[in-house]
Protein backbone atom coordinates (compact mmCIF):
# COMPACT_ATOMS: atom_id res chain seq x y z
CA UNK A 1 0.00 0.00 0.00
CA UNK A 2 1.32 3.83 -0.56
CA UNK A 3 1.66 6.01 2.31
CA UNK A 4 -0.66 8.85 1.88
CA UNK A 5 1.41 12.25 1.02
CA UNK A 6 -0.14 15.64 2.41
CA UNK A 7 1.28 18.76 1.11
CA UNK A 8 0.55 22.53 2.54
CA UNK A 9 1.71 24.65 -0.14
CA UNK A 10 2.03 28.61 1.79
CA UNK A 11 2.74 30.15 -1.30
CA UNK A 12 3.11 33.98 -0.98
CA UNK A 13 0.77 33.78 2.65
CA UNK A 14 1.18 34.64 6.06
CA UNK A 15 4.03 36.53 8.20
CA UNK A 16 6.94 35.68 10.19
CA UNK A 17 4.56 35.10 13.50
CA UNK A 18 1.40 33.91 11.94
CA UNK A 19 3.58 30.99 9.80
CA UNK A 20 5.37 30.31 13.07
CA UNK A 21 2.39 29.92 14.70
CA UNK A 22 0.57 27.50 12.23
CA UNK A 23 3.50 25.31 11.89
CA UNK A 24 3.72 25.02 16.30
CA UNK A 25 0.05 24.24 15.71
CA UNK A 26 0.36 21.67 13.30
CA UNK A 27 3.29 20.49 15.24
CA UNK A 28 1.57 19.89 18.59
CA UNK A 29 -1.61 18.64 16.79
CA UNK A 30 -1.11 16.22 14.37
CA UNK A 31 0.01 12.87 15.98
CA UNK A 32 0.40 10.34 13.31
CA UNK A 33 4.16 9.33 12.42
CA UNK A 34 6.03 9.85 9.03
CA UNK A 35 6.04 5.97 8.12
CA UNK A 36 2.31 6.06 7.93
CA UNK A 37 1.37 9.54 6.10
CA UNK A 38 3.74 12.08 4.65
CA UNK A 39 2.93 15.78 5.61
CA UNK A 40 4.94 18.09 4.54
CA UNK A 41 4.72 22.35 4.86
CA UNK A 42 6.13 24.31 2.11
CA UNK A 43 6.27 28.32 4.05
CA UNK A 44 8.07 30.88 1.72
CA UNK A 45 11.75 30.81 1.78
CA UNK A 46 12.00 33.89 4.56
CA UNK A 47 10.38 31.87 7.00
CA UNK A 48 11.96 28.37 6.49
CA UNK A 49 14.10 28.28 9.48
CA UNK A 50 11.45 29.75 11.99
CA UNK A 51 9.19 26.73 10.84
CA UNK A 52 12.49 24.04 10.90
CA UNK A 53 12.50 25.18 14.78
CA UNK A 54 8.76 24.98 15.21
CA UNK A 55 7.98 21.41 13.61
CA UNK A 56 11.57 19.83 14.90
CA UNK A 57 11.19 17.05 17.10
CA UNK A 58 7.56 16.18 15.38
CA UNK A 59 6.28 13.71 12.37
CA UNK A 60 6.29 17.12 10.23
CA UNK A 61 8.48 17.82 7.04
CA UNK A 62 10.10 20.79 5.66
CA UNK A 63 9.52 21.78 2.04
CA UNK A 64 10.01 24.86 -0.18
CA UNK A 65 8.49 26.13 -2.77
CA UNK A 66 10.76 26.31 -5.57
CA UNK A 67 15.00 25.43 -6.18
CA UNK A 68 17.30 26.78 -8.72
CA UNK A 69 18.27 24.69 -11.63
CA UNK A 70 22.48 25.71 -10.83
CA UNK A 71 24.32 24.71 -8.72
CA UNK A 72 25.95 28.07 -7.48
CA UNK A 73 27.26 31.43 -8.91
CA UNK A 74 25.71 34.72 -10.21
CA UNK A 75 21.94 34.10 -10.11
CA UNK A 76 20.40 36.97 -8.16
CA UNK A 77 17.16 36.19 -5.92
CA UNK A 78 17.69 32.26 -6.74
CA UNK A 79 18.02 29.53 -4.05
CA UNK A 80 20.01 26.42 -4.53
CA UNK A 81 19.79 22.86 -3.91
CA UNK A 82 22.03 23.02 -1.35
CA UNK A 83 21.27 26.02 0.11
CA UNK A 84 18.15 24.16 1.02
CA UNK A 85 19.22 20.99 2.80
CA UNK A 86 21.57 22.80 4.36
CA UNK A 87 18.54 24.71 6.85
CA UNK A 88 16.82 21.36 6.88
CA UNK A 89 14.41 21.26 3.94
CA UNK A 90 14.08 17.62 2.53
CA UNK A 91 11.27 18.02 0.09
CA UNK A 92 10.55 21.12 -2.87
CA UNK A 93 7.73 22.06 -5.11
CA UNK A 94 9.15 21.82 -9.12
CA UNK A 95 6.32 22.47 -12.31
CA UNK A 96 3.87 24.41 -9.72
CA UNK A 97 1.19 26.03 -12.33
CA UNK A 98 1.38 29.50 -10.90
CA UNK A 99 5.31 29.38 -12.21
CA UNK A 100 4.15 27.89 -15.04
CA UNK A 101 1.99 30.15 -15.56
CA UNK A 102 2.16 32.81 -14.28
CA UNK A 103 5.88 33.28 -13.91
CA UNK A 104 6.44 31.10 -17.39
CA UNK A 105 8.39 28.70 -16.48
CA UNK A 106 8.65 26.30 -19.59
CA UNK A 107 8.99 22.46 -19.24
CA UNK A 108 12.56 22.77 -20.18
CA UNK A 109 13.20 24.40 -16.52
CA UNK A 110 10.90 22.41 -15.03
CA UNK A 111 12.57 19.20 -16.01
CA UNK A 112 16.30 20.72 -15.04
CA UNK A 113 15.20 22.16 -11.65
CA UNK A 114 13.40 18.52 -11.02
CA UNK A 115 16.63 16.98 -12.05
CA UNK A 116 18.95 18.84 -9.94
CA UNK A 117 16.82 18.40 -6.73
CA UNK A 118 16.71 14.63 -7.57
CA UNK A 119 20.70 14.93 -8.12
CA UNK A 120 21.03 16.57 -4.71
CA UNK A 121 18.93 14.38 -2.64
CA UNK A 122 16.19 16.19 -2.49
CA UNK A 123 12.49 14.29 -2.62
CA UNK A 124 10.24 16.73 -4.85
CA UNK A 125 6.75 17.06 -5.81
CA UNK A 126 6.30 17.45 -9.54
CA UNK A 127 3.23 19.33 -10.49
CA UNK A 128 1.53 18.43 -13.64
CA UNK A 129 -1.73 19.55 -14.97
CA UNK A 130 -3.83 21.11 -17.72
CA UNK A 131 -5.69 24.46 -17.98
CA UNK A 132 -9.44 24.64 -18.90
CA UNK A 133 -8.92 25.84 -22.11
CA UNK A 134 -6.99 22.64 -23.06
CA UNK A 135 -9.28 20.84 -20.65
CA UNK A 136 -12.32 22.41 -23.36
CA UNK A 137 -10.32 21.61 -26.33
CA UNK A 138 -10.17 17.87 -24.87
CA UNK A 139 -5.99 17.59 -24.59
CA UNK A 140 -6.30 17.16 -20.75
CA UNK A 141 -4.53 13.92 -20.93
CA UNK A 142 -2.32 14.88 -23.29
CA UNK A 143 -1.13 18.11 -21.90
CA UNK A 144 -0.08 15.93 -18.73
CA UNK A 145 1.62 13.12 -20.37
CA UNK A 146 3.81 15.98 -22.47
CA UNK A 147 4.55 17.88 -19.14
CA UNK A 148 5.55 14.22 -17.69
CA UNK A 149 7.86 12.86 -20.77
CA UNK A 150 9.38 16.48 -20.36
CA UNK A 151 10.14 16.47 -16.91
CA UNK A 152 11.55 12.59 -16.27
CA UNK A 153 13.69 12.50 -18.92
CA UNK A 154 16.39 13.03 -16.91
CA UNK A 155 15.25 10.87 -13.75
CA UNK A 156 16.83 7.41 -12.89
CA UNK A 157 14.91 5.07 -11.84
CA UNK A 158 16.18 4.75 -7.95
CA UNK A 159 14.98 8.22 -7.52
CA UNK A 160 11.40 7.00 -7.74
CA UNK A 161 10.65 6.94 -4.25
CA UNK A 162 11.78 10.26 -3.47
CA UNK A 163 9.05 11.36 -6.76
CA UNK A 164 5.71 12.31 -5.33
CA UNK A 165 3.34 13.49 -8.75
CA UNK A 166 0.53 15.72 -8.17
CA UNK A 167 -2.13 16.08 -10.29
CA UNK A 168 -3.44 19.66 -10.23
CA UNK A 169 -5.39 20.97 -13.19
CA UNK A 170 -5.15 24.60 -13.47
CA UNK A 171 -8.82 25.58 -13.49
CA UNK A 172 -9.34 24.28 -9.73
CA UNK A 173 -6.75 25.85 -8.12
CA UNK A 174 -7.79 28.34 -5.80
CA UNK A 175 -11.10 28.69 -7.67
CA UNK A 176 -13.25 26.57 -5.32
CA UNK A 177 -14.09 24.33 -8.01
CA UNK A 178 -12.52 20.99 -7.72
CA UNK A 179 -12.32 18.23 -10.08
CA UNK A 180 -14.30 15.55 -9.54
CA UNK A 181 -13.29 12.14 -8.01
CA UNK A 182 -13.33 10.50 -11.23
CA UNK A 183 -11.50 13.51 -13.39
CA UNK A 184 -9.03 12.64 -10.31
CA UNK A 185 -9.04 9.06 -10.80
CA UNK A 186 -9.10 9.82 -15.01
CA UNK A 187 -5.85 11.64 -14.38
CA UNK A 188 -3.70 9.40 -12.12
CA UNK A 189 -4.72 6.31 -14.18
CA UNK A 190 -2.83 8.12 -17.46
CA UNK A 191 -0.11 9.41 -14.97
CA UNK A 192 0.64 5.86 -13.45
CA UNK A 193 0.36 4.30 -17.01
CA UNK A 194 3.10 6.83 -18.12
CA UNK A 195 5.15 5.70 -15.43
CA UNK A 196 4.61 2.01 -16.27
CA UNK A 197 5.57 2.82 -20.14
CA UNK A 198 8.47 5.41 -18.82
CA UNK A 199 9.59 2.63 -16.29
CA UNK A 200 7.91 -0.32 -15.18
CA UNK A 201 4.69 -1.67 -13.74
CA UNK A 202 6.11 -2.06 -10.48
CA UNK A 203 7.70 1.28 -10.42
CA UNK A 204 4.00 2.58 -11.64
CA UNK A 205 2.50 0.90 -8.79
CA UNK A 206 4.45 2.27 -5.97
CA UNK A 207 4.46 6.15 -6.80
CA UNK A 208 2.49 7.75 -5.03
CA UNK A 209 0.07 10.42 -6.95
CA UNK A 210 -1.90 13.17 -5.50
CA UNK A 211 -4.64 15.55 -6.49
CA UNK A 212 -4.90 19.67 -5.74
CA UNK A 213 -6.84 22.10 -6.58
CA UNK A 214 -9.86 23.54 -4.12
CA UNK A 215 -9.54 20.53 -1.63
CA UNK A 216 -11.51 21.47 1.96
CA UNK A 217 -12.38 19.42 4.18
CA UNK A 218 -15.73 18.64 2.69
CA UNK A 219 -14.61 17.53 -0.62
CA UNK A 220 -11.09 15.86 0.37
CA UNK A 221 -12.20 12.38 2.00
CA UNK A 222 -14.47 11.40 -1.42
CA UNK A 223 -11.63 12.37 -3.56
CA UNK A 224 -9.12 10.55 -1.66
CA UNK A 225 -10.98 7.34 -1.52
CA UNK A 226 -10.85 7.31 -5.27
CA UNK A 227 -9.23 4.53 -6.89
CA UNK A 228 -5.23 5.71 -7.03
CA UNK A 229 -5.54 9.30 -5.75
CA UNK A 230 -2.88 8.72 -2.65
CA UNK A 231 -3.40 12.11 -0.82
CA UNK A 232 -3.01 16.36 -1.74
CA UNK A 233 -1.78 19.10 -2.46
CA UNK A 234 -2.96 22.30 -0.78
CA UNK A 235 -3.09 25.99 -0.99
CA UNK A 236 -6.00 27.94 0.70
CA UNK A 237 -6.57 25.11 2.96
CA UNK A 238 -3.27 24.81 4.00
CA UNK A 239 -3.45 28.27 5.64
CA UNK A 240 -6.23 26.89 8.64
CA UNK A 241 -4.76 24.47 11.24
CA UNK A 242 -8.19 23.35 11.55
CA UNK A 243 -8.78 22.83 7.86
CA UNK A 244 -5.69 21.20 6.97
CA UNK A 245 -5.57 18.26 9.72
CA UNK A 246 -8.91 17.23 8.70
CA UNK A 247 -7.69 16.77 5.53
CA UNK A 248 -4.55 14.90 6.61
CA UNK A 249 -6.69 12.99 8.54
CA UNK A 250 -9.24 12.46 5.37
CA UNK A 251 -6.25 11.03 3.21
CA UNK A 252 -5.12 8.23 6.21
CA UNK A 253 -8.93 7.31 5.96
CA UNK A 254 -9.68 7.80 2.34
CA UNK A 255 -6.66 5.89 1.19
CA UNK A 256 -7.44 2.68 3.77
CA UNK A 257 -10.51 2.31 2.21
CA UNK A 258 -10.00 3.48 -1.17
CA UNK A 259 -8.69 0.79 -3.92
CA UNK A 260 -5.10 0.80 -5.13
CA UNK A 261 -5.61 2.05 -9.25
C1 LIG B 1 -2.12 24.68 -5.07
O1 LIG B 1 -1.81 25.83 -5.33
O2 LIG B 1 -1.27 23.78 -5.17
C2 LIG B 1 -3.49 24.41 -4.66
C3 LIG B 1 -3.92 23.17 -4.71
O3 LIG B 1 -4.24 25.49 -4.26
P1 LIG B 1 -5.75 25.47 -3.67
O4 LIG B 1 -5.82 24.33 -2.70
O5 LIG B 1 -5.92 26.79 -3.00
O6 LIG B 1 -6.66 25.28 -4.84
Not at 51 to 78: F, M, P
Not at 171 to 179: H, K, Q
Not at 185 to 201: K, L, P, T
Request: one cysteine or more.
Amino acid sequence: MRRPFVGGNWKMNTDLESGTVLAQTLAAQWKQNADVCDVVLFPPFPYLQSVARAIDGSSLALGAQDVSSEVNGALTGEVSAEMLIDIGVTWVLVGHSERRHRLGEPDSLVAEKFAMAIASGLSVVLCVGETLLQRSAGNAHEIVVSQLSSAFERIPSDALERVVIAYEPVWAIGTGVAATAEDAQGAHGVIREFIGSRYDSELASGIRIVYGGSLVPGNAKTIFAAPGVDGGLLGGASLKAADFLSICSSAMIGIATGSAG
